[in-house]
C-alpha cells in the first residue's frame, strides 16, 4: 500500500506533463479532411465567406477541435472554431477600430492610456453575439495583447 502511494504522485506529475506536451499541438489539414458538418455550419453562419485553410488542435482539456481560417466577403479574416460534430467553440472575426463599441475603445483609455492598437478580433458565441475583443497594440516601446468583455467592463493583459 505505502508504494502505491508513494507512486501515485509520481504518475499524477507523469499525465501533467503527458497534457502539457499534447495540448495545444496545431497540424495543418487540407480543406476536404474538414468534416462536413462542420462546413456546413460555416456556410449558414457565414454563408458569403470563403474557407481558405485548415487545421486541428488538439486543447488543454484534451478535446479536439477544427480551426478553419477564411475571408468574408468584405475582406476581413476570420477563423472558425469547432468540434467534428459541427459544434462551434467560438468564431473570431478581425474587426477595425471604427466598428468596436466607443464603451469599449473608452474603457481601454481609462485604463491603458496610449494605447495603440494594431490588430483587434471579435470573438464571437455562436448565436454570433460578441462576447469579447482581443486586441493587439502599442504600449510605448512594447507590443501587448489585451482581451476586453463585449461591455468593456474587464479588460486584461494576456500572457504574451
Do not use: W
Not at 1 to 11: A, D, E, G, Q, S
Not at 12 to 33: M, P
Amino acid at each position: 500500500m505505502r508504494k502505491v502511494l508513494n507512486i501515485l504522485p509520481l504518475c499524477v506529475l507523469g499525465l501533467g506533463l503527458f497534457s502539457a506536451v499534447f495540448a495545444g499541438e496545431e497540424k495543418t489539414i487540407t480543406l476536404d479532411q474538414v468534416p462536413k458538418p462542420i462546413l456546413d455550419t460555416i456556410n449558414e453562419k457565414l454563408p458569403d465567406s470563403k474557407v481558405v485553410s485548415a487545421n486541428t488542435e488538439t486543447e488543454i482539456d484534451g478535446s479536439f477541435v477544427y480551426e478553419i481560417q477564411g475571408v468574408l466577403e468584405d475582406g476581413r479574416k476570420f477563423e472558425f472554431d469547432a468540434y467534428e460534430n459541427g459544434e462551434i467553440q467560438e468564431i473570431e472575426i478581425e474587426f477595425a477600430e471604427d466598428m468596436v463599441p466607443k464603451a469599449v475603445m473608452n474603457a481601454i483609455e481609462q485604463k491603458l492610456p496610449g494605447f495603440k492598437p494594431t490588430y483587434i478580433e471579435a470573438s464571437h458565441s455562436a448565436s454570433l453575439k460578441v462576447v469579447r475583443y482581443e486586441f493587439v497594440g502599442e504600449m510605448g516601446n512594447e507590443t501587448i495583447d489585451i482581451n476586453v468583455s463585449a461591455d468593456g467592463r474587464r479588460i486584461e493583459i494576456a500572457d504574451s
